[in-house]
């Protein structure tokens, strides 16, 4: 992310002053994950209530930990992409095919997602298109912005990732330690999949997306269930989700694996 530089170039920090930054930037995302994207793992209330470890609450303490002292995502939650009037929005093109390129059956798709189990067997739960319509439905018009240099305005509705997870508290390891680093999504055939840091999955505008410019999702745009994360180029978003997995390493990447920067931030 371009905004992310932790440090002035101009001196050469030392440990101490690493340490301090690193103290204040917590401090302050700490607040701002707790005001914006955080309602996403239960609210400012759950939170809270959680013990803590350092004074900071577990699953917090969990993101910094697994993030290093400098986390970069982390503070891009801070930031929201640009929202435009509804009016404004266009069909964009439909570009990239890579896991859909067989027939869907609709009435059998299901969302599968893997729980956060870094010691044991994953928890695979399913859910049916209903029940993410069943959540809040946000609707936002944003760009999408692909790297092969053409951006769109589109108006997209879906449910956040973050409320997904808040009703389903699929992220966080029952044993307590704590909140997924990493989410992985793939394709029901696994030909196209993402990685995500756990920051950009909790954002705000990181939507499972049903509807694009007032229709339900097609096909070749993803249906019946497509991410969408403005913040990032169009390669994380990903179309016709099978999967959702929440892990402890950095996942695979269809694109960081033919050399683009893994996290896509623009
Ligand atoms: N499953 C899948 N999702 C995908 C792709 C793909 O090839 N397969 N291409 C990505 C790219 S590069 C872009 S720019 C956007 C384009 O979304 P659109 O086709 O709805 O315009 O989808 C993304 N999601
Ligand atoms: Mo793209």
């Not at 990685?195 to 745009?221: F, K, R, V, W």
């Not at 390669?235 to 893994?262: S, V």
Request: hydrophobic share 40%.
């Amino acid at each position: 992310m371009a905004d992310s530089t932790p440090l002035p170039s101009s001196e050469a920090p030392n440990d101490a002053a690493v340490e301090r930054e690193a103290t204040r930037r917590s401090r302050r995302s700490f607040l701002l994950l707790a005001a914006t994207g955080l309602a996403g793992l239960g609210g400012w209330r759950w939170l809270v209530s959680r013990p803590t470890d350092d004074g900071v609450p577990w699953p917090l303490r969990r993101v910094l930990d697994a993030n290093g002292q400098l986390a970069q995502e982390y503070f891009s939650n801070a930031h929201l992409a640009p929202v435009f009037p509804k009016a404004q929005a266009r069909a964009p093109r439909v570009n990239g095919d890579i896991g859909l390129r067989s027939a869907l059956d609709a009435a059998a798709w299901r969302l599968r997602v893997l729980g956060y189990a870094p010691a044991g067997p994953a928890r695979a739960q399913e859910f049916t298109l209903a029940d993410i319509q069943a959540l809040p439905r946000v609707e936002m018009t944003t760009e999408l912005k692909c790297i092969e240099g053409w951006s769109v305005v589109v108006s997209w509705a879906g449910a956040r990732l973050s409320d997904f997870l808040q009703r389903y508290p699929l992220a966080t390891d029952p044993r307590r330690s704590g909140l997924a680093p990493y989410v992985s999504l793939f394709t029901p055939d696994e030909q196209y999949y993402v990685g995500l840091d756990i920051e950009s999955a909790l954002h705000p505008q990181t939507l499972l997306c049903y509807e694009m410019n007032g229709q339900p999702l097609t096909p070749e745009h993803g249906a019946p269930l497509r991410l969408v994360t403005p913040l990032k180029y169009g390669i994380k978003h990903l179309k016709r989700i099978g999967t959702i997995a929440f892990l402890h390493q950095r996942p695979a990447d269809y694109w960081a694996e033919q050399g683009y920067d893994w996290h896509a931030g623009h």
